[in-house]
Structure formats: structure tokens, C-alpha cells
């Protein structure tokens, strides 16, 4: 069976048993509180609470779907044999009144989602029995342990006790996703002990998030009607059912990955899988509108194709790829998601290219003011321009990365990379900074891009006062996070109106100019001589580096003692606002700067 075979059998199966076939939605959700859709039950949320009428939708309270999903909870993990960015998802919902009589398609339960599942592993696809278990969930404080489920599994099916085996709320219970919503215990099917397929019985509506509820802080009120998610990953199922331990090799994947090998076979394994995965979701974001950006699902896709268009550089591979790459997926996957068959596609990985051709360049020239580089440097150099470890060890004077080695590299790559789920777990309730340098926050991605930005607006602010305002103007203090940034100052009177929307308009017509943003790194007295501003001289170190927007230290229009990060080009920064000045204290006010969108 091919993966055009699985999909088609798999609707039939449900089409047959009363199921409507819903078409997969975008990989932009119309959720505001999820970047991408992650599931096929995304496009389905609202249909468990009653929001909207399956009926009127479907013409039937059950449907199946394959659903174009995209994660980011792995992408670390891209490059070994399973991991994957974008996949497919397969699934069959029921929302509601499983007694419902109004037609074909009412809602349905425990007993017919287990039934069919394994009809349809067993029968449909052929696996063999011997090959499957199960996992049923086994209660947590007050929610019960799910004996409907184990009785249909061991007593109608007709498992062995030993095929069935008990789990926790960690395992065998979903949700909810956000803040509140429903959610329920699961069963989970296993072929060969690979999980393949979650079916999650939606019998709950949480008021809180998952993580107040493993904490034992939610409630948890019995839905109206009970509700069925379910969800199995196609290239999983693939490689699975073909025996595969490696999903590159099923039908899926392969073409894009023999053609990368026959472009560029002398990429390594790792290299070429994780080309094979950045390259195909790039397409899929694309195909449904995402274009490369600083933020957000903008900023992931930029994010993989960088990755790939750095890893040609490293490895020499002819230009040409992407474009037979794109080919290859549009030839596959266009039978399918004719949203692919759109030329416009492979413009946008055009244009990005040569972005990414002169973020490189900037990045060398940034490269150039090191008189020796670190570790940390290396890889600031690596988040900031793309610059990848082999290429500064490459083109660098070899002076300069005498004392640059491979692990301090990695160690600070891991360090980030530790940081940065901390930072995505923060978001769904958790804690964690991915940059916190006392007066920058940010604890994700997203957040650093507008914390650069305004960090960058703060010295083009602060500049702009001292021209407005006087060169008294002294900072006394700042605190940047995503939202704002807060700068605090000398100033005898309240700033007029005019004087605000003066420094305002100046601070954007700098950024209009879009100067380039650099640093010398000088000692502290001489960096004092060149005029740049300093906050408490005593607090520096021996060696500073002195940040500068402008084409030279010398006619910068702004000179600061600052750590950084910065943006690279002031353009970068957007539109700047000052959103309010007000008095806290004798003789400091506070102004509060905001991005203008
Ligand atoms: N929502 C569940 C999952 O993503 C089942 O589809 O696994």
C-alpha cells in the first residue's frame, strides 16, 4: 500500500460508516491562539462545544479528514530516521449526541471509534493482530479509570489482557489545548509497540489549562455530549505497515530525499533528511500563505529555509535544488493538495535566497570586527545572520577564530536550545527566558525578534531626546520586553506634546533610513573618547563594546556602551510609538515605547 492508498482507504472506511469527508484546512488556523494547526481536530474545536452546528456544516455529526499538521515541538530532533516538521494526519471526529436520530451521522462513542479503529488496522491495511496493543487510561485523583474501554478492547474485541496495557494522565489523556476546552481520556493503538493512532474520547470541558489541571488546580464538568478526536500520523503508518524503521525510505518522502542525493550526494545522512523535512514543509507553509518574516509562523519558515539555503553554501550543492525539489513535492503531493500546483511557490523561496545571500554578507562583514571570536560570538553570529559554525571557522582570518572550537559552539547551541523550549513550555503555562540579560526579556523566538527591535528603537529613542530635549538627558534605567520598552530618564518638567511627537517622528525617520547597526569593541576609556553614552561607567568591564547606528562610528547617529543584541538594520525595527511619559519620581520620568505593528 502506498500512502495515496491510505489516504483513499482511509475516508472510504469512514465515508462508508456514515462519515463526511471534510477537506483539510489551512496550515494557518483560524485560531488566533495557535500559530499553526497541529492537529486535525483544530479545524473541528468548535463543533465539540456547541460553537457551530455539524449538521448545518457537514450534514452529519461525523466527518474524516487528512489534515495537513506542522510541530515544532521536534525540530531539534529533524535529521534521525523519525522526526518530522510537516506531516499528515489522519482522522475521524464525532461531535455530540450519539443518540441523535435527525439522520445518518449521529455523533458516536467508545464503542464504535475502538471497533473501527481496529477494523481498520486489522482489515483494511492487513496488519496482523499478533502485531498490535493497546493502551487504555488507567484514572487520575478524580477522573476514573476508563473501564468502558478496556471491557470493549478485551471483552467485543477480544485482546488478551496482556495486549492491554494501563496509562496515566501524561499518556492517555488529551487536552485541553489552551487555556480551557475539552478534553478526555484516551485509547492508543500500537503496532509493533510504535504508537500509530490516538483516539481521544472527549467526555470533559476543563476550565483550565493542561498544566492547571496536572497540577490539580482545573475542574472538569461533564460535556453535553460526548465527543470523538481521533488522530494517526500518515508517514508513521507508512513506515509501519512496510516494516520501515525509517520514514525517509516509505513512499512519502523518498523522492525528495533521492533526488536531494542524486543533486547532492555528498551530503551527509543527517544533512540531507533534515533538507528532505525543511524543504517539503516550507512548501506546504507557503502553498498555504505563509511568507518568510520575523515573526511568527513567518519567522519558522524563514527559520527552515535558512537552514537549508546555509547547509548548500556549507556543502557546495548546485543551485538548482529547491527548484527540482519543488517539482518533485508539487508532482507527489499536488494530487492531493492542489494548492501546490502554484509557481508562485518557488518565487518566495527565490526572493528569500537572495535575502538570505545578504544576510550573509552581513554577516561576514560583521565577522570582520572581531579580532578574536568565542563561542557565544560565534553563535550570536549564527542566530543573528544565519552564519552557520563551518562557514565562520571557513572564512574568517585565522587569527580570529584561533580559540573558536566546535564544542563551545555546540555548548552554547544547547544552552539556547535548552532555553528555547523552556521558552515554548512558557507559553503554555510554563516559565522560562530564552534571552534575559537583566534589562532584555524574551522567552521565545517570536518575542526575542520584537525585543531586539525595541532594543534597538530604545538607543534611536534615547538619541532623539538628547537632540530634543538636551544632552542632559541621561537614562537611569531600561526594561525591554516584547510588549514595550521601558526607559527611564532625567528630566526636571513633563515633555511637551510636541517635544513627545518630535523625538517620535525623528526616532522613525532614522529607522526609515534603515542605518546598519555595529559594534566596536574598545577599551573602556577609549570607548568613553569616541562619545558614545554609558549608563554607571563603574559597571563595565575593562573591554566594552560600543553599539552604533550609522554607516561609521563617527557620524552614527547613535553611540551607546551596550552588551546587546541588536537588530542588524534599523529598517528592521518597524514603526516606533511612544505610548506614554509620565513622572516616578523627583526628577525621573518614565517613557514607554511600543512597536507600531
Ligand atoms: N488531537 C489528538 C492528537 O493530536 C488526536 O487527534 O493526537
Partial sequence: MTSEDIRKSFLEFFKERGHAVAPSSSLIPDDPSVLLTTAGVQQFKPYYIGKLDPMKDFGARRVASVQKCFRTTDI??????????????????????????????????????????????????????????????????????DIESYRIWHKEIGLPEEKIKLAGIEDNFWGPTGNEGPCGPTTEIYVDGIEVWNIVFNEYFCDKSRDELLAGNANLKKLDGPGID?????????????????????????????????????????????????????????????????????????????????????????????????EVTRDKFGIFYPELKNDDILNVIEQEKIKFQTAIASGLAELKKYEKINGQEAFYLYETFGLPYEIIKELAVSDVVKDLNRKDFDNEFKKHQAISRAGVEKKFGG???????????????????????????????????????????????????????????????????????????????????????????????????????????????????????????????????????????????????????????????????????
Fill in 431 to 597: 516559565h522560562g527566558l530564552i534571552l534575559d540579560t537583566g534589562e532584555l526579556k524574551a522567552s521565545n523566538q517570536e518575542e526575542m525578534d520584537k525585543v531586539l527591535r525595541l532594543h534597538t528603537a530604545t538607543h534611536l529613542l534615547q538619541a532623539a531626546m538628547r537632540l530634543v530635549l538636551g544632552d542632559e538627558i541621561q537614562q537611569k534605567g531600561s526594561d525591554i520586553t516584547a510588549e514595550r520598552a521601558r526607559f527611564d530618564y532625567n528630566f526636571p518638567r513633563k515633555p511637551l506634546p510636541e517635544e513627545i511627537k518630535k523625538i517620535e517622528d525623528l526616532v522613525n525617520e532614522v529607522i526609515q533610513k534603515d542605518l546598519p547597526v555595529g559594534f566596536v569593541e574598545l577599551p573602556k576609556e577609549e570607548a568613553a573618547k569616541t562619545g558614545a553614552l554609558f549608563f554607571f561607567k563603574e559597571k563595565y568591564p575593562e573591554k566594552v563594546k560600543v553599539y552604533y547606528i550609522g554607516h561609521s562610528l563617527e557620524d552614527a547617529f547613535s553611540k551607546e556602551f551596550c552588551g546587546g543584541p541588536h537588530v542588524s538594520h534599523a529598517l528592521t525595527i518597524g514603526k516606533f510609538k511612544i505610548a506614554k511619559d509620565e513622572s516616578i519620581g523627583a526628577g525621573v520620568r518614565r517613557i514607554r515605547g511600543i512597536l507600531d505593528k
Fill in 76 to 145: 531539534d530532533e529533524v535529521g534521525d530516521k523519525t522526526h518530522l516538521t510537516f506531516f499528515e494526519m489522519l482522522g475521524n471526529f464525532a461531535f455530540g449526541d450519539p443518540d441523535a436520530t435527525d439522520g445518518i451521522g449521529a455523533g458516536y462513542f467508545k464503542t464504535d471509534a475502538i471497533r473501527w479503529g481496529y477494523e481498520y488496522i486489522v482489515n483494511v491495511l492487513g496488519i496482523d493482530v499478533s502485531r498490535v496493543t493497546v493502551s487504555v487510561f488507567h484514572g487520575h485523583k478524580e477522573i476514573p479509570k
Fill in 230 to 326: 481521533t488522530g494517526m500520523g500518515l508517514e508513521r503508518l507508512v513506515a509501519v505497515i512496510k516494516g520501515f524503521e525509517d520514514a525517509y525510505e516509505t513512499d512519502v518522502l523518498r523522492p525528495i530525499w533521492e533526488k536531494i542525493n542524486e543533486l547532492a550526494p555528498q551530503l551527509p545522512d543527517r544533512v540531507s533528511r533534515i533538507m528532505t523535512d525543511h524543504i517539503r514543509s516550507s512548501i506546504f507553509l507557503i502553498a498555504d500563505g505563509v511568507v518568510p518574516s520575523n515573526k511568527e509562523s513567518g519567522y519558522i519558515l524563514r527559520r527552515l529555509l535558512r537552514r537549508v539555503l546555509a547547509y548548500q553554501v556549507q556543502h557546495d550543492v548546485h543551485d538548482d535544488l529547491l527548484k527540482s525539489i519543488f
